[in-house]
């Protein structure tokens, strides 16, 4: 089974697409806790497996390790997903193993993606499954590219041929107020080119994550701060 890579993010609306501060390490706009939501179900969301199967489905985020800096503490590794964190510093391959608190630190983005396919393959009916005092095996679904900057330019530009090619933008678009205009505003999503990727429907998204229209379609409003959830695909 093909595993899909997906980009989600929230930024500023094009040209600019700002997503953070990188003085502070943080996103420009306050809390938007339904949008904190929609990541958090999008991400999480996985296919249903029969009862008592002996495996479930999980899906892996994969951050640079500024944005699991930025991530308070107490919330991280983010809960019900893979965490993977790319950092120069990274143990090389050989020795890379999940920390004590689960995470797994990597190099680069396609020796996660490798680790991933590895460590967490969807079992075959021939596979014999082993598990550990009769915990389902987890085996991987999706793959969430989830920032920041270095990280998407990263992920965006490897070629179709690799494993970690990205073939979807789910793009939150912050349209109010205009953060882009905040002189510290500085981090910014690499330019989403029209000869490579096309805005795709609101059913498209909705196939995509699972979500339901009344969750996402519209323009949405949370902490005096309008945006809307959208998607991108790759034409190429
Ligand atoms: N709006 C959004 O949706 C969103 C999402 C995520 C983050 N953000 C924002 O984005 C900002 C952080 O983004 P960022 O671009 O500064 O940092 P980042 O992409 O999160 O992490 C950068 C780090 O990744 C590692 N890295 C980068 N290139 C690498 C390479 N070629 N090989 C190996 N490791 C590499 C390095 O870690 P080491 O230094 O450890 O080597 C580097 O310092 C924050 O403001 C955050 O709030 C916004």
Redesign the pocket.
């Known amino acids: 089974m093909s595993h899909t890579v997906i980009a ?4 500023t609306p094009r040209p600019t697409l700002a ?4 003085l ?5 706009w306050p809390r938007l806790k339904s949008e904190m939501l929609y990541f958090h179900r999008v991400t999480r969301r996985v296919p249903a497996v029969p009862p008592n199967s002996p495996f479930k489905y999980i899906n892996a985020v994969i ?8 991530i308070p503490t107490k919330h991280r590794p983010l809960s019900g997903r893979i965490n993977v964190i ?5 143990p090389s391959s050989s020795s890379t193993t999940a920390s004590t608190s689960g995470e797994l630190w990597v ?2 983005i396609e020796e996660g993606v490798r680790l991933l396919k590895q460590k967490f393959p969807v079992p075959s009916s021939e596979t014999p499954l082993v598990d550990d005092g009769g915990e389902p095996v987890l085996a991987l679904h999706q793959i969430f590219i ?9 992920a965006l530009e490897l070629p179709k041929t690799s494993e970690a090619y990205t073939t979807c933008i789910l793009h ?1 678009t912050i349209l109010k107020p205009d953060y882009a205009s905040e002189e510290d505003v500085d ?1 910014f ?1 690499p330019a989403i080119d029209d000869n490579q990727w096309t805005k795709g429907s609101m059913n498209r998204l909705i196939e995509v994550t699972g979500e339901e229209m009344e969750k996402v379609g519209g323009i949405r409003e949370d902490a005096d701060v309008s945006f809307e959830y959208g998607i991108w695909e790759r034409s190429l």
């Open positions: 989600i993010v929230a930024s997503i953070g501060r990188s502070k390490n943080e996103m420009p951050m640079g390790r500024k944005t699991w800096d930025s790319v950092s120069r510093t990274a190099r680069d989830i920032g920041g900057a270095q990280i998407y330019k990263l939150t981090v999503f």
